[in-house]
Every structure is written in structure tokens, then in C-alpha cells.
């Protein structure tokens, strides 16, 4: 009886760690594009004019942008400027610290991007005072 005890409990352990053995802990790194996934909000604008720095949330200057970035390399953005509703979609890419669209269009634009903190910040440029002006763009995933 010891002896058949004995087996059967080797028989479970052995069995045990050959099904756990299986289930280590998935250490595979994620795309760090994987981070871009999802819809985001704009919720900061930050404008250098003359050696000026001016940080304005959207409000102040009449716009509202949301971008949601899918799986699939398709991305679609909403932008109310004015009262003006302007929908684009297209296709993206990553390389680097560059992301890349591809509108509907075949129009293409790149961008640096960082993603610090659950924000996503893209540096572009703007129009103020009839003049191209450095500019980011703080957005916030919703």
C-alpha cells in the first residue's frame, strides 16, 4: 500500500510540473507601437512664436481633435475647428520616433512622437500671424 502511495504521488508531482512547466510567464516584449493603439483626445497645444512659448488648451482656440489609431494600420481622425468638422482617415506607420499617415487621399505627413506618461505628443508646426510656427500637440488616451 506504501508503495502504490508512494507512486501515485510521484505520478501528481511528475504531472504537475509538466503541465506548469508550460505556463511560464509570457516575457515577450511588446511592439512599441502597441502603445499607440487606441483613441486619443487633444488636450494641450504648445506654440513657440518669437521666442514665446504659449500653452493653450484646445478650448482657447476653437478645437477639438480625438485620433483613434487601430491594429489593423488604419487610423481615423475628427477635427472641429470653428465649428468646421474636418474627418480624415487613412493608413500608419512607425519608424522610429516617426509616425508616418497616409490619408485617403494619398496625401503623407510625418511627425516625431514621444509617449510619456499616457500622453502622446507630436511635434508639428502651426499657422499664427501669417507665419509657420513650431508647435506640439498633447493628447491624452482615452
Avoid at 86 to 91: L, M, N
Amino acid at each position: 500500500m506504501f508503495r502504490i502511495k508512494k507512486h501515485f504521488l510521484f505520478s501528481i508531482s511528475l504531472a504537475v510540473i509538466i503541465i506548469f512547466s508550460g505556463c511560464s510567464a509570457d516575457n515577450s516584449p511588446t511592439s512599441p507601437t502597441d502603445e499607440l493603439l487606441g483613441t486619443w483626445t487633444l488636450t494641450k497645444l504648445t506654440l513657440t512664436y518669437q521666442g514665446s512659448i504659449s500653452e493653450l488648451k484646445p478650448e482657447q482656440v476653437n478645437l477639438q481633435m480625438s485620433i483613434v489609431i487601430n491594429n489593423d494600420q488604419t487610423y481615423k481622425s475628427n477635427r472641429i475647428e470653428n465649428g468646421y468638422e474636418s474627418i480624415e482617415s487613412g493608413t500608419w506607420f512607425v519608424s522610429g520616433s516617426k509616425f508616418t499617415t497616409v490619408n485617403e487621399n494619398g496625401y503623407v505627413e510625418t511627425k516625431i512622437y514621444t509617449i510619456n506618461s499616457g500622453k502622446l505628443i507630436i511635434i508639428t508646426s502651426s499657422w499664427y500671424n501669417n507665419t509657420i510656427a513650431p508647435a506640439t500637440m498633447e493628447f491624452k488616451k482615452l
